[in-house]
């Protein structure tokens, strides 16, 4: 057993030896080159065909994730053109608007409960006071709250401040 394994294992290095990389000099190579090419709009491009036409719809041409369903949209600049950072581009109404706002100051309320909870008893199931079953409840409750938060949050960052309306949002 052992002399077939120190066979195999001479083979194996003998076989190894031979394979190593072979130097190069880089002279050898010759005088290569790089050379780019200046890019320049095209009309088409030679590929395969596709059934499909490139265009926007009216009033869709600012895509708004929302956190929920939205009745009414005034865009308040023509689609395509260029707005400035802060500037006033649409206004959403409906009476779900005020809905958005409870929303997200209660996924606020409810967020800070679960990082609370989670600090918390965070010691604890380290020094193994309390089971991982129940560590593990109470992570996931706190980050998928975290998750909620992060989507509301990142929509209220395009909210206008200081909109007295209750049916309506205006986006920046």
């Not at 120190?6 to 080159?33: C, K, P, T």
């Not at 009216?58 to 802060?86: N, T």
């Not at 709250?145 to 909210?159: I, K, P, Q, Y």
Request: glycine letters at 6%.
């Amino acid at each position: 057993m052992i002399r077939n394994s120190l066979a195999a294992l001479l083979l194996a290095l003998l076989f190894a030896h031979g394979l190593r990389a072979q130097e190069l000099q880089l002279d050898a190579l010759g005088a290569f080159e790089l050379v780019f090419q200046p890019a320049r709009p095209v009309q088409n491009y030679p590929g395969q065909q596709v059934a499909a036409a490139v265009t926007y719809r009216q009033g869709e041409a600012f895509i708004v994730p929302s956190p929920g369903r939205v009745q009414q949209i005034a865009y308040l600049v023509e689609p395509g053109a260029a707005v400035r950072q802060g500037q006033p581009f649409a206004v959403l109404r409906g009476p779900e608007m005020h809905h958005f706002e409870m929303a997200y100051d209660s996924s606020r309320a409810l967020l800070a409960g679960a990082e609370r909870r989670y600090q918390a008893n965070k010691g604890l199931y380290e020094r193994k006071a309390i089971s991982e079953s129940q560590w593990l409840e109470i992570s996931e409750k706190y980050y998928a709250l975290s998750l909620e938060h992060e989507h509301m949050r990142h929509f209220f960052e395009l909210v206008e401040e200081g909109d007295n309306d209750p049916d309506a949002l205006t986006l920046t």
